[in-house]
């Protein structure tokens, strides 16, 4: 308990003290910001790898309360608590680790900027609120933790205020995430209503209680209560996890510093859609047409980013298509009950994500801050350490085997092949094999167009390039050693029997894979990265004629597929002129008109003749008097008598 | 001997200490101790009403002493001797004589004193001529502005057609029920007549002129403004505290459980009226003392909500708001005089024009605060003691049922909370200007001493259980004396 509670709050004692040297502005005292944050992170992150050993070796939950919040009566008390099992211990491992590499990454990479102290509270308070979240015993407490990893990726974004294309994207990001928000809110509301209770160790003892349960919309109307639920937090869970549809704040957030693109991709924001599916997998067991919807928001997500992937200029797009693409493979694995294999992809993916993240802010460090691929080039010779890290995490990003991602993206297709076994069908697993290769080609496509052919920058850029600092390469060397390792280490581990403890637990059922389909996604892959290669150092000038004939449909897919435009016209211009017309016509037009204006105006109006009663003539004086005086004893002489 | 005089010890106190105080004026010796004179007169007019004689009726009914009287008594010597002591040094710079003005208050407060006790309708004229008499002097007393004689002229023509309405009132009073004693009367109209019925309207009428409600309010701005502001503030708190005792004293009489003459909507339009003059004309007013004036008619038909259905709780409403508003009206009136800086008798006129006060939170911070204090205060804003009141009333008149007055109310306080929160937006937000009143020629410390017990009386409200003991050990008592008055019980 006091160990959980330590990997919680020691991260939002560093943000606190970052904070508040940045509130005074103590330039000096930046150094003391970074040193205590990082510090701070590195005793949660080490702190948090015994509790996770402690938790899965010894196979017990920590649980336990740390307050009161709202007291209603006997039954009914909201704590604050700390919930810790496997899942959650695999969670707060990784966010802290991922998020150490970071802090110590963005020592070197924000060096210089004047705002440094502030970057690093605002790091640290993102995973102290992802640490929230993964730890809460609670729906409420988790929607806290929901709430303020939203919040921190927002002033992270926007970190840079001074742009407006950030300040955009910031809000963007977080006006989407508000309806997610929504469904979270709606999906609490509903676990109340069923369940009067927001514990989820309280909620999983009284579901089997529960067969079935129903909301009554109209009098012949009814939804089942699971369905809806589960509804509910899908949409929260689709809004931070960049599902399709909800995924277009993913790629404006790359208007962050790189350091926050690595933290939110790897570890801290999109994880917790999936992570929230998991914690909740018990409640979406009742619900199998939600489970199918997962599946397929899951796949069409895979398919559509990767697509897109292929066709962008700024190399941290591409990664963050990437990070769409392979979020869809954990929703697909979750909505296949695969819940170990979505767990086991976030662990491996968020090492070689954050790795390549990490890379990709090396590069554009190098080229002084250029981030469309096609002024690069040739750069291999003047980073090699760089380049080599690039190629290892794309080695993991595609799947090939002995690094970390092909274990576990190898697992999440082999369920789908099961899936469709099963009498499922089989759309998923093609879906998901074609995004493997696609995947392969586009992380090649990036390693061509950055690393090798002619450099295409200016004189200026050129001579510039330069090799990361020791403390920018440190943390990728170890972010590699984790790209490279996780998988072949944690395969056991994550295939044993049940990993989630305290969830529902599932039949997870052992399929024989013919020989064929085991090598399948490992043939996909090379093929991928093979054609990628060929196309992009021997035909490049076919490319170009290819690119040039289909104009209009590279532009389309280059912007994702119009998701944005269609948005613009289908919903913000028709809110705008609702909330114009609001405005002009009713609030100003009508209520302000005739409301208070109009009353003001009455006031005034009403003033102003009432003055000219006021004659200063004593003789008007007395006849008002006298014929006020006239008019009460008429009353009196004709009313009441 | 002593104990012939010894029911109207206070108001002989008065009388002879005023002779005094004139005859020793001639020796200019004592000229500038006079003052404090008339302050020790005060005091030893209060002890001796504390110490006074029993509650019961003297003089063979002439003369009634009771709760209800001796606390109008003593708050209408508490309000003079508060301005006494906060002017004693401010009055140099006006131009009339200090002394014959301090004269011409008490003899106010004598007429008033005999006006709060009388139980016949003649000894009430009596004293309420002694009263407007001395009113009228003031509001002339500064005798080289033509403004000042021009509102004491239109104050005298139209208080004596106020006196001929009572007059012609008491006669018909007379000539109904054949007597002209109050409580003998009280008891005669319960059978019910039209002669008496016009008769108990045209009294009532002369002290709602007194008190200046609609339609009986258009002398209360002119008067205001062309006064000499220390003038304003005796007659705009003294008269009205004395007329709204005895409109109290008349309704709850006259009309209180008197089913033949119902005047509840006759009350009910005066007090409408009068809240929507008070709380619709100020804000087009440029004179701060005109301002002043209208939003006291306003004020005076907010009081009289209270009274419309009579009970002693609204009637102990009434004393609490009548007495509190007085009070805050004096402090504000103190507050303006002591902006004056020098003797300028010609501006008097336009020496309180609303522009002056642009900007004087930064030349003059104390005023401006106190000013403040005392808007806030008059508006009802809590915890301000001026809220109390009129929660009272309010409370009282939502309880009695009287939807359609409630609305009104609350309507014309809103109102009446733009305009004063106008004049705080002027002190505090605006930038000084040209017209506005500059920095302090000699400050004066002694200022402090008024303000500071001023503000501390204005926070009362902060503490709750002072009030109430008050309200419940005197007010409502008094109240209560007032309606069981009427029973004959206490008549011999």
New interface residues.
Partial sequence: MIMAAAVLWIPLIGSCVAGLISFFNQRTMDDVAKLVTCMCMGVSALVALDLAYDVIIAKKIVHGEMLSWIPLDDHHKITWGLYVDSLSAIMAAVVTCVSFMVHIYSLGYMKGDKSIARFMSYLSLFTFFMLFLVMSDDLLQLFLGWEGVGLSSYLLIGFWFHKDSANAASMKAFITNRIGDMGMVLGIVGCIAVFDSVSIPEILLKLTTFDEAFFRLTDHLTINAYTFICISFLIGAMAKSAQFGLHVWLPDAMEGPTPVSALIHAATMVTAGVFLLIRLSFLFEYAPSVKTAIVVIGAITALFAAVVGLFQKDIKRVIAYSTCSQLGYMFMACGVSMYSAALFHLVTHAFFKALLFLSAGSVIHAMSGEQNMRKMGGLYKHIPVTYALVWIGSLALAGIPLFAGYYSKDWILESLYGYAMDGGSIIPYIIGLSSAFLTAFYSWRLISLVFHGDCKADERVQSHIHEAPMIMLIPKVILAVGAVFSGIALVGFFTSSQLISGAYVFTEIEHHIPGLIQVLPIMVALSGIALAVSVYHTQRNKLAIWLVRFKRASAIIQSGFAVDEFYRKAFIKPLQWLGSFLYHHIEKGLIDRYGPNGFALF??R???A??Y??T?N?R???I??I???M???G???V??? | MIELIKPILPEMILFFGACLVLLLDVFQKFVDHLMNLSSVLLVLCIVAIVLGVPDGVYYHNLCVISMFTGLFKIALLTLALFQFLATSFLMDKYALNKNEHSVMVLFLIVGACVMVSANHLMLLYVGMEIQALAAYTLVVMQRKSEYSAEAGVKYFILGSLASVLYLLGASYLYGAYNTLYLHEIITAIKAGSTLGGLGSILVVSAFLFKVGLFPFHQWVPDVYQGAPTPSTSIISTLSKVTAVAVVLKLICGLFYDNKSLDTRWIFSAIAILSMIVGAVVPIVQTHMKRFLGYSSIGHAGFMLMGIVNIHVVGVSSIIAYVLIYSLTLMMTLICLMSLKDKREPDEERNDLELSKLGGLSQVRPKHAFMLAVCFLSMAGMPPLIGFFPKLLILQYIINQGQMLLTVFAIITTVISLFYYLKIIKLMYIDMPTKQSIGISVNVNMRLLWVFIPAVIIQLLGCYIPILQTIYVQYVTPAAETLIIGTNEKIYS
């Fill in positions: 006031i005034s009403l003033s102003g009432l003055r009663l006021q200063g004593v008007d004086y007395a008002v008097m014929a006020g005086l008019g009460m004893l009353y009196v002489v009313v009441i008598k």
